[in-house]
């Protein structure tokens, strides 16, 4: 059963990582079109304090009064502009974090009796299958010395 825990603790994880790197996607676009918005809305205020400068140098007269109100709705702006630009990098730097999940010990390994059916019930010689079992390279579950597959983790050995 070791083996089926395995998998299916690794297909949670990589179901948990799609939905986070799916959710940052869709943060970071969000964040992403609110930066364009805020920025669209700031060259908007630009253009207008730019225009409304213009046409009071034109005339004479720079009334500060008049150009404050969108000197302070500009500044507004730029303060949500960058706190939103930080946001955005901090979503961009987020990184996959796997929790652990506490799984159940191994399973012991199956023993495996080798078996000849034109046996009769005589004592053999030792042969290679008795010479003990050996460890799987990539769980370290022992096995038999005539086992093609680890029972814990699934590794094809006569691979």
Do not use: W
């Not at 949500?80 to 990184?95: G, K, M």
């Amino acid at each position: 059963m070791g083996f089926l825990d395995n998998l299916r603790d690794t297909l949670s994880q990589g179901a948990e990582r799609v939905k986070f790197e799916t959710d940052k996607i869709q943060r970071t676009g969000r964040l992403r079109n609110e930066i364009n918005d805020l920025q669209q809305q700031i060259a908007t205020n630009f253009g207008q304090l730019g225009q409304r400068a213009y046409e009071l140098n034109k005339q004479g007269t720079l009334d500060a009064p008049e150009v404050a109100s969108i000197v302070q709705l500009i500044d507004e702006l730029q303060g949500r502009l960058s706190a939103t630009q930080q946001q955005l990098e901090q979503a961009q730097n987020e990184q996959y974090e796997a929790q652990q999940q506490q799984s159940a010990p191994p399973a012991p390994p199956l023993q495996q009796i080798p078996f000849d059916a034109n046996a009769q019930d005589q004592p053999t010689a030792p042969t290679a299958v008795d010479a003990g079992p050996y460890a799987c390279s990539q769980c370290g579950t022992q096995l038999s010395p005539d086992a093609a597959f680890c029972p814990n983790c699934g590794k094809n050995l006569n691979a």
